[in-house]
C-alpha cells in the first residue's frame, strides 16, 4: 500500500415496526448538543479531591497491567452487573437507577455539565465505579465542521482527512466524550444511496488510505490522552453496498467479492488500531450483521486479532426479529432472523456482539439465557472484558470528569477553522473549464444565483454534529469577502429543508419569477456563480434517492442563465455523484464542491478567484444515465466487454458510450500537467518480493498547481477474474511551471494478491500489467511477471 502527499453510528430510527416510525433521535434529541469528562475528582461538601475510582473492596492494582486489572475487576462483577455493562443507551432513555445499576454506555449526550453529572453516578453511586463511555457521531466535525469524507477522499491527500479527525477528537474530548462512530469505511457503488456521503466512493484502497488517517487522526498513539478518543469503523459489513440503493436494505455477495472490495478499509482501520467497531444493520448473505458470526468473530477477531469491542448500530439487534414483534411485543422488527427478544440477544452475543445499543435483550433476557444454556458465561465475560480493556485504554478509571469551564473554549478555534477551509479547498474538483471560464476576475461585478447561494444549513451536509448554520460562511458572503466588484444575490428559487413523509419533491427549485429575477442580475453583472445541487437532507442515512439528477428545476435555471451570454460556473453542493448530462452540455464550467463545511464560501471563493488551484479527484465514478448505475472503474471483466460500436456485448442500446461521464480519480486544474516515464525496478517479482515503479509529473502550465499521479494494476489472467484496474498507489504533489518530480511507488504481495471464494489470500504466478496516470483511464503502461 502506498499513499503519500506531496511538496466522519450508524443510523439512529426509531420504528416500531416496518412502515411504523416514532421519529429520528436526531429530531427526538436534535438540541442535546455540547459537553466534557476528565479529571479524577469527587465532589464532597463542596470541595474537589481526588481519589481512586476504586472502592476499598475493588482491585486497586497498582502497577498491573490493563489485563490483571480487568480480570480482577470481572471477577467480582455480579451478573446482573455484567449484563449492565453490555448495555449502550441514547441520551432519552438513561435513567439515574440505570446509571447506579452499572450502566456501560451512553451516546449522544453533548452536555459536558449532563455527563459529568452522570459520570460521577457512576463512579460515586454504582456498586464497583467503574465509569461509563460517552460516544457521538463525530464524523467530519463535532463544532467545527470540515467537508463531509466523500469530499474529503476527493482531495486524496489523508493528511486532510486526519486533520478532520484530529480536530473531530479535539473537540469531542473537550466536552467529555471518549469514543467517536467514525470512520465510516463502507465502500460503495451506488450513488442512489445517501450515506455515500459519509465515506471515501468505490475504491478499498484508498478508501483504506482515508479510515487509516481518521483512526490515527482521532485516536493518535494513545486516546486516553485529554484530546483523543477511541474510533469506531462501521458499518461492519457490506452496508455500502444494498439492494436498489434503499438504506437498510439486504446485501449478497461472494466470499472473495466481500473480502476483496469491501472489508479491506475496516482491515486497514483495525490495524491502524481503531478500538471498537460497529456493525451493521444490514443483513449479509441472509445474515444480519449484528449476529454475523463470521464478520464478527471468524473474521474481525479471529483473523485479524481485534480486541477490542463490537457495538450493535441503533436497535439493530431488536431488528433481528421478525414483525409482528414478539417478547417484547413492542419495538423494532423486520430481518426475521430471530423469533422473539431472547432469540435475538442469544443470536447476536454469540455471533460476537459485545455491547448493544437502544434495544436491551442481553440486558433483559441475558439471565433467562444462562439458566437455558443459550449463551455461555465465558462469552458474556469476554465481552464485558473487551468493553472494560477499552475503558482502562480511553483512561477513564484514572480520569472519569470533564473540567466544565474548558469545554466552549475549545471549540471553533482558529487553528481548526482554518483547517477546515484548507480541507475544503483541497477537496474540490474542477469537473469542467471550457475556455479558461476559471478563476474569475475578483475585480468584476459577479451575481451569486441559486438555492444554495446564502445557505448555511446546506454548507455543513449531513453528519453536522453540534454545528450551527451560523457558523457556516455562505457562498455569497464568501465571494464578497474578496471581490472589489459588486456583488449580488438572487436566490431563483428554494430547496426545503424537510423530511419524509412530509417531503414533496415538487417543492424543489420550482421555476417562477425567481428565474426571471436570476436573469435580471445575470444581465447586469460581467460574470456568474450559480449555486447549485443538493439540500443537506438529500444526503445521509436514509435519504436514498430514485433520481440523482439536479431536483427540480435547477437545469432549466442553467439554460437561462447561458441564454444571456454572461460567462458562468456551475459550483454543485451535493453528497453523491449527480447525473451531469445536461449540466455538462450546457455549462462552461463546473466545480464539485461537495457539501464543504464551515468555510464552505470562503474556500469555494479561494477556487473561484484562483487563490487556490483546484486539485481534487474524483473518489467515484459520475455515471452518464442513473441506468448505467452501478458503474465503477474497478469492475470485473465480462467474456463480452462493452463496445460501443456494435451490438452483441455488455452494452446499452440506447446509449453510444460504456463510460461514465467523469470517471475515477478525474479532476482538472487551472494549469495542465504531463505524465511520463512509468519504469520498473524489475520485470519480474519473487511472489514475496517487491518491485517499485517511477513515474515522472511535470507542470506544463502557466500557474503552480496540483497533480494527484495515480498507479494501478491489472492481473489479466487469474483463477478468478480480477477487476480491469486496482488502485494501488497515489501521491498529490505541488508543482511550479515547469517543474518536473519522480514520483516512486512500491508494490508487493499485499498488491498483486486476492482472496480467493474459501477466504484464502492468494499470490498467483503470471504477468501484472501497470498502469499510470491522472486517473483510471490512465494511459501510461508497463508489466512484470510474478514468478
Not at 237 to 245: D, F, I, L, N, T
Not at 306 to 335: I, K, L, Q, T
Amino acid at each position: 500500500m502506498w499513499f503519500s502527499r506531496g511538496g466522519g453510528g450508524g443510523g439512529r430510527p426509531a420504528q416500531t415496526s416496518p412502515g411504523g416510525s416514532a421519529g429520528r433521535w436526531r429530531t427526538l434529541r436534535a438540541r442535546h448538543r455540547i459537553g466534557v469528562v476528565l479529571g479524577v475528582c469527587v465532589l464532597t461538601l463542596g470541595t474537589v479531591t481526588a481519589r481512586s475510582v476504586f472502592a476499598a473492596d475493588a482491585p486497586t492494582a497498582t502497577g498491573q497491567g490493563i489485563e490483571a486489572k480487568v480480570n480482577a475487576l470481572v471477577a467480582q462483577m455480579t451478573l446482573q452487573e455484567k449484563l449492565e455493562q453490555i448495555q449502550l443507551l441514547p441520551d432519552f432513555l438513561v435513567t439515574d437507577q440505570e446509571v447506579r445499576a452499572g450502566l456501560g454506555s451512553v451516546l449522544s449526550v453533548t452536555d459536558p455539565v449532563k455527563i459529568n453529572q452522570l459520570q460521577h453516578e457512576a463512579v460515586e453511586q454504582s456498586r464497583l465505579h467503574i465509569p461509563m463511555l460517552f460516544a457521538f457521531d463525530t464524523i467530519h466535525g463535532f463544532r467545527t465542521i470540515f467537508p463531509i469524507p466523500l469530499g474529503a477522499a476527493s482531495s486524496f491527500d489523508p493528511q486532510a482527512a486526519a486533520e478532520d479527525a484530529t480536530i473531530g477528537a479535539r473537540e469531542s474530548a473537550a466536552v467529555g466524550l471518549k469514543q467517536t462512530y467514525a470512520p465510516m469505511v463502507d465502500v460503495s457503488h451506488e450513488p442512489r444511496w445517501g450515506r455515500i456521503a459519509e465515506g471515501a466512493g468505490e475504491d478499498p484502497y484508498l478508501g483504506s488510505a482515508m479510515a487509516v488517517a481518521r483512526v490515527k487522526g482521532a485516536q493518535g498513539t494513545d486516546y486516553s490522552a485529554p484530546d483523543k478518543e477511541v474510533a469506531s469503523p462501521k458499518h461492519f459489513a457490506a452496508y455500502g453496498q444494498p439492494e436498489g440503493g434503499r438504506d437498510y436494505n439486504t446485501t449478497d455477495m461472494s466470499e472473495q467479492r466481500l473480502r476483496n472490495l469491501y472489508l479491506p478499509p475496516f482491515k486497514a482501520a483495525i490495524e491502524a488500531g481503531a478500538g471498537t467497531v460497529m456493525c451493521s444493520f444490514n443483513a449479509i448473505n441472509g445474515v444480519p450483521g449484528c449476529g454475523d458470526h463470521q464478520t464478527m468473530t471468524d473474521i474481525l477477531k479471529g483473523e485479524w486479532g481485534f480486541d477490542g469491542f463490537v457495538e450493535a448500530d441503533w436497535a439493530a439487534v431488536a431488528e433481528m426479529r421478525a414483525c409482528p414483534p414478539v417478547n417484547p411485543n413492542s419495538g423494532d422488527c423486520g430481518h426475521g432472523f430471530a423469533a422473539d427478544g431472547p432469540d435475538a440477544a442469544a443470536k447476536a452475543l454469540n455471533a460476537g456482539l459485545d455491547s448493544e445499543m437502544t434495544s436491551t435483550f442481553i440486558r433483559d433476557f441475558g439471565a433467562q439465557l444462562l439458566a437455558q444454556h443459550r449463551i455461555s458465561m465465558p462469552r458474556l465475560n469476554d465481552a464485558v472484558r473487551r468493553i472494560l480493556r477499552v475503558k482502562f485504554r480511553a483512561g477513564l478509571f484514572d480520569h472519569p470528569y470533564v473540567d466544565v469551564s474548558k469545554a466552549a473554549s475549545a471549540q471553533l478555534l482558529p487553528d481548526a477553522v482554518a483547517a477546515a477551509r484548507t480541507a475544503a479547498g483541497r477537496s474540490m474538483v474542477l469537473l469542467k473549464n471550457d475556455g479558461a471560464t476559471l478563476p474569475l476576475d475578483s475585480a468584476k461585478n459577479t451575481a451569486v444565483i441559486g438555492p444554495l447561494g446564502d445557505d448555511g444549513h446546506a454548507m455543513l451536509g449531513p453528519w453536522w454534529g453540534t454545528g450551527r448554520d451560523q457558523d457556516a460562511v455562505t457562498v455569497v458572503n464568501g465571494i464578497k469577502a474578496q471581490s472589489t466588484g459588486t456583488t449580488t444575490f438572487v436566490q431563483a428559487c428554494t430547496l426545503p429543508h424537510t423530511e419524509p413523509p412530509q417531503y414533496d419533491p415538487a417543492a424543489d427549485c420550482p421555476a417562477g419569477a425567481g428565474f426571471d429575477q436570476a436573469v435580471a442580475a445575470a444581465n447586469a453583472a460581467d460574470q456568474v456563480v450559480l449555486a447549485l445541487g443538493e439540500s443537506r437532507e438529500m444526503s445521509g442515512e436514509a435519504a436514498s434517492r430514485t433520481t440523482i439528477d439536479l431536483p427540480g428545476d435547477q437545469q432549466q435555471l442553467i439554460d437561462r442563465i447561458k441564454a444571456t451570454g454572461k460567462p458562468f460556473v456551475v459550483v454543485l453542493f451535493n453528497g453523491r455523484p449527480l447525473t451531469l448530462e445536461k449540466v455538462a452540455a450546457s455549462s462552461p464550467a463546473i466545480l464539485e464542491a461537495w457539501f464543504p463545511g464551515v468555510q464552505a464560501g470562503n474556500a469555494v471563493a479561494d477556487v473561484l478567484f484562483g487563490k487556490v488551484n483546484p486539485g481534487g479527484k474524483l473518489p467515484v465514478s459520475f455515471p452518464l444515465r442513473l441506468g448505467q448505475v452501478p458503474i465503477y472503474y474497478n469492475h470485473e471483466p465480462t467474456g463480452r466487454p462493452c463496445d460501443a460500436t456494435s451490438k452483441y456485448n455488455s452494452r446499452y442500446r440506447d446509449l453510444n458510450s460504456c463510460s461514465p461521464l467523469y470517471e475515477f480519480g478525474y479532476g482538472l486544474s487551472y494549469t495542465t500537467f504531463q505524465t511520463s516515464n512509468l519504469k520498473l525496478s524489475s520485470h519480474s517479482m519473487a511472489p514475496g518480493g517487491k518491485i517499485t515503479a517511477t513515474v515522472d509529473v511535470k507542470n506544463t502550465g502557466g500557474r503552480s498547481g496540483d497533480e494527484v499521479v495515480q498507479l494501478y494494476i491489472h492481473d489479466p489472467v487469474a483463477s478468478i477474474s480480477q477487476p480491469v484496474r486496482r488502485l494501488r498507489g497515489f501521491q498529490r504533489v505541488t508543482l511550479t511551471p515547469g517543474q518536473t518530480k519522480t514520483v516512486t511507488f512500491t508494490l508487493g504481495a499485499a498488491d498483486v494478491g486476492f482472496y480467493d471464494n474459501s477466504g484464502h489470500f492468494v499470490v498467483e504466478p503470471g504477468a501484472i500489467d501497470v498502469y499510470a496516470g491522472d486517473s483510471s483511464s490512465a494511459t501510461l503502461t508497463d508489466s512484470f511477471t510474478v514468478g
